[in-house]
C-alpha cells in the first residue's frame, strides 16, 4: 500500500514551487496594474497604498510586501515599459543595418509601446523632474529601467552599419538616451491625436543623429570630436562614477 505520508518528491515540491511562483507574479501585476488605474483616476498624490490594496483585494501588508511604497510601484512601471520596450524592439535590432533606419525604429517602438500610459504620463512627471526624487529617471532607484534603455541604444549602433569616432564610442548609448528622455519630456506634453507630433520629431531628428555620427570619424572633425568627448566625460550622468571606477 502506498504511504500516504511518504515525501512527496522533488517533482511534486518542483511543482508546487511554480505554482507558488505563479501566483506571487500574478498577484504582484495585480497590483500594479490596479495602481496604475488609479494614478490615472486619481492622481498620483492622492493615491495611497491603503486604496491600491482594496481595489486590488489584498490585504495592506501584502501590498506593501510586493511593493514597499508608491515610489517603487512607479518603478514597477518603469521596469514594466523597458520590458515591453525591449520586447518590441527585437526586429528593429536584428533588422536594417542603416543607422537611421534603427534610430527612427527605436523610438518609433518606445512611442508604440508607451502610447497606452500616455494619459497619465503627466501624473508622474512633477515627481521624476525632481533630480531628489527616486522617480528620476536619473535615480539609483531608476537604475534597471535606465540600463536597459542604454543597451537598447547600444545595440542600435553597434548592430548599424556606420562607425563613429572611436573616442566617442563609450559615450555614445548614453547621450542617445539622454536623446531619448528628450522625446519623452516632448512626448508628456504632446497633446496632438496618437502624439502625432512627438513621431514626427522621431521622422526628422533620426537622420540628423545618425548623420552627425558618421561625420565624427572624418579627420577635419577630429579637434571637435576630441572637445565632444572632454565634455561628455564630465557631465554626462554617472561619467563621475565612472571616471571614480577606473582609478
Known amino acids: ?91 528593429v535590432l536584428a533588422g536594417d543595418r542603416d543607422l537611421a533606419v534603427r534610430v527612427r525604429g527605436a523610438l518609433m517602438t518606445w512611442l508604440d509601446v508607451a502610447e497606452p500610459y500616455h494619459r497619465f504620463a503627466t501624473q508622474f512627471f512633477k515627481n521624476a523632474a525632481d533630480p531628489e526624487s527616486p522617480l528620476s529617471p536619473f535615480s539609483p532607484e531608476s537604475a534597471a529601467a535606465r540600463e536597459a534603455a542604454i543597451s537598447i541604444q547600444e545595440r542600435v549602433l553597434h548592430g548599424s552599419d556606420t562607425r563613429a569616432a572611436p573616442e566617442l564610442s563609450d559615450q555614445l548609448p548614453h547621450l542617445m538616451w539622454l536623446m531619448q528622455m528628450g522625446l519623452v519630456l516632448f512626448w508628456v506634453y504632446d497633446r496632438t491625436e496618437g502624439t502625432e507630433r512627438s513621431r514626427r520629431l522621431v521622422e526628422r531628428t533620426a537622420p540628423l543623429v545618425a548623420r552627425a555620427i558618421a561625420l565624427s570619424r572624418f579627420r577635419l572633425l577630429r579637434p571637435l570630436v576630441r572637445q565632444v568627448h572632454e565634455v561628455l566625460e564630465e557631465f554626462l550622468p554617472g561619467a563621475a562614477a565612472t571616471r571614480a571606477t577606473r582609478v
Not at 62 to 76: I, T
Open 1 to 91: 500500500m502506498k504511504d500516504e505520508t511518504a515525501d512527496p518528491g522533488p517533482k511534486t515540491a518542483r511543482t508546487s514551487r511554480a505554482a507558488r511562483t505563479s501566483r506571487s507574479e500574478h498577484t504582484r501585476a495585480l497590483i500594479l496594474e490596479t495602481a496604475l488605474r488609479l494614478f490615472q483616476e486619481r492622481g498620483y498624490d492622492r493615491t495611497t497604498m491603503r486604496a491600491i490594496a482594496q481595489e486590488a483585494g489584498v490585504s495592506v501588508g501584502n501590498a506593501y510586501y510586493y511593493y514597499s511604497s508608491k515610489e517603487h510601484l512607479v518603478q514597477g512601471f518603469y521596469d514594466r515599459l523597458a520590458a515591453e520596450h525591449e520586447a518590441a524592439v527585437q526586429p
